[in-house]
């Protein structure tokens, strides 16, 4: 067996995705369903190495999410091409330039769970939820929050996830515009041993628009 922690995997990637989604508001919940499609690829490289690996995914994830003022609960599956760094992998560096420890698979499932009122204070739970993602690796995460008492998709959250932790702020001005910004740090031994601080921590922001959004009919 290698030396699993005194080198260090790089990761390049990106992301674009394209959904459709009906929402149906009632007095007392709401149903959201719909699909999103997914095309992507990421790029893993072993530092002081000239090993590279490329893989491009291609991904449909049709879903339904549920949620009324204390509880939500949602479900999905993803289909296609899917990959993601696995840090709990362990590999052999006898050959580092074929190492990876980039995972995949064809079909995964996803869920989502939230218990107490958004606007006040409350935690979930995800699992997949955000995947395929800008954090390689990320699969399932716990988090607390709180909206402050303002309009649904205004909160800050705090979570934990399998890989380290993030902070995220969620703005939402207007019905078909919503605002994203986080902060995530790793700290998974893996990266603890990293030789380069700073690619154990990003910024990001994100921007969702609705198209052809409208008020539900009453």
Same mark, same amino acid.
């Given at each position: 067996?290698? @030396?699993?922690?005194?080198?260090? $995997?790089?990761?390049?990637?990106?992301?674009?995705?394209?959904?459709?989604?009906?929402?149906?508001?009632? #007095?007392?919940?709401? /149903?959201?369903?719909?699909?999103?499609?997914? =095309?992507?690829?990421?790029?893993?490289? +072993? =530092?002081? !190495?000239?090993?590279?690996?490329?893989?491009?995914? $291609?991904? =449909?994830?049709?879903?339904?999410?549920?949620?009324?003022?204390?509880?939500?609960?949602?479900?999905?599956? *993803?289909?296609?091409?899917?990959?993601?760094?696995?840090?709990?992998?362990?590999? @052999?560096?006898?050959?580092p330039n074929e190492a990876s420890i980039i995972s995949n698979a064809g079909i995964?499932? *996803?869920?989502?769970?939230?218990?107490?009122?958004?606007?006040i204070a409350f935690i979930d739970y995800s699992f997949s939820s955000l995947f #395929?993602?800008?954090?390689?690796?990320?699969? &399932?995460?716990?988090?607390?929050?709180?909206?402050?008492? /303002?309009?649904?998709?205004?909160?800050?959250?705090? *979570?934990?996830?399998?890989?380290?932790?993030?902070?995220?702020?969620?703005?939402?001005?207007?019905?078909?515009?919503? +605002? !994203?910004?986080?902060? *995530?740090?790793? @700290? @998974? #031994?893996?990266?603890?041993?990293?030789?380069?601080? &700073?690619?154990?921590? &990003?910024? +990001?922001?994100? +921007?969702?628009?609705?198209?052809?959004?409208?008020?539900?009919?009453?």
């Amino acid at each position: 067996m290698g @030396d699993y922690y005194s080198q260090a $995997f790089e990761y390049d990637y990106w992301n674009t995705a394209l959904g459709w989604g009906r929402e149906v508001s009632r #007095p007392n919940d709401r /149903l959201t369903y719909g699909a999103n499609l997914n =095309v992507g690829k990421i790029t893993e490289s +072993l =530092v002081d !190495t000239v090993g590279v690996n490329s893989f491009n995914s $291609f991904i =449909v994830q049709p879903y339904v999410l549920w949620e009324e003022k204390w509880f939500a609960m949602g479900t999905g599956i *993803s289909l296609g091409k899917m990959y993601w760094a696995d840090f709990s992998k362990q590999i @052999d560096l006898v050959n580092p330039n074929e190492a990876s420890i980039i995972s995949n698979a064809g079909i995964y499932p *996803s869920f989502y769970g939230r218990f107490g009122p958004e606007r006040i204070a409350f935690i979930d739970y995800s699992f997949s939820s955000l995947f #395929p993602s800008s954090f390689p690796g990320l699969r &399932q995460q716990f988090g607390i929050g709180s909206g402050f008492g /303002l309009p649904r998709g205004n909160y800050l959250k705090v *979570s934990r996830n399998n890989i380290g932790g993030i902070v995220e702020l969620k703005v939402t001005p207007k019905p078909n515009i919503q +605002l !994203t910004t986080a902060y *995530s740090w790793n @700290d @998974d #031994p893996y990266y603890v041993l990293n030789p380069n601080p &700073q690619s154990r921590s &990003q910024f +990001l922001m994100g +921007l969702k628009y609705r198209f052809n959004s409208r008020p539900a009919k009453k």
